[in-house]
């Protein structure tokens, strides 16, 4: 693993934890479910032997890391940080492309979904000195498109897939609500 990248990041009542060979087959379970595959953008099925060779490949990569969020000790999904434009790690880059998908579907469409967005964007931001962070989204995907734009993303590119780019001024202000909701400890786990 990358040592820029911190193995674990909490925040928000959740925990971001550096994704391992002992969670390849919850990520497959949840990548080739129908309710998180059909916003894919590549939507065959993974094999075992397909998930392995991505995570050979992830876990040398420095530009990118992959991690599984977990909210009251259970696994809900998988987001990721990659480097955008040239740089080819992780500490040279300053613009990057964040993805995340809820594999629990309890937790879809949860108020809890933005909590992982949010302790990564935070330290994209904060350490990572973030000039700007990019997200792509298929058009089809409404909630996503949504979402992102809870957070301040604005539409730069449509053209095949919507590209949204989002600064640190726009997120500060558009996420200082979600941020107060999520700092508070909720009472129920799902909705």
């Known amino acids: 693993m990358d040592s820029v990248m ?11 934890i550096s994704v391992t060979e002992a969670h390849l087959e919850q990520l497959r379970a949840w990548r080739n479910s129908a309710h998180v595959k059909q916003y894919m953008l590549t939507q065959d099925n993974i094999t075992p032997e397909q998930q392995l060779a991505w995570f ?26 990659k480097t955008r434009g040239n740089a080819s790690h992780i500490a040279q880059a300053d613009h990057f492309e964040l993805g995340l998908y809820i594999g629990d579907a309890d937790y879809m469409g949860n108020l809890i979904a933005f909590a992982p967005t949010l302790v990564l964007n935070d330290f994209c931001f904060n350490a990572l000195k973030a000039a700007c962070l990019h997200a792509v989204v298929k058009p089809e995907n409404q909630a996503a498109m949504r979402y992102n734009q809870q957070l301040g993303y604005v539409v730069v590119k449509s053209d095949g897939v919507v590209e949204l780019s989002l600064t640190q001024e726009r997120y500060e202000g558009c996420s200082k609500p979600l941020k107060q909701l999520l700092s508070r400890q909720r009472k129920t786990t799902a909705q």
Do not use: F, K, M
């Open 6 to 16: 911190p193995s674990r990041l909490c925040g928000y009542q959740v925990t971001l």
């Open 56 to 81: 050979a490949h992830v876990s040398r990569a420095t530009n990118q890391h992959h991690y599984l969020i977990e909210y009251r000790d259970r696994l809900i999904g998988s987001c990721n940080l």
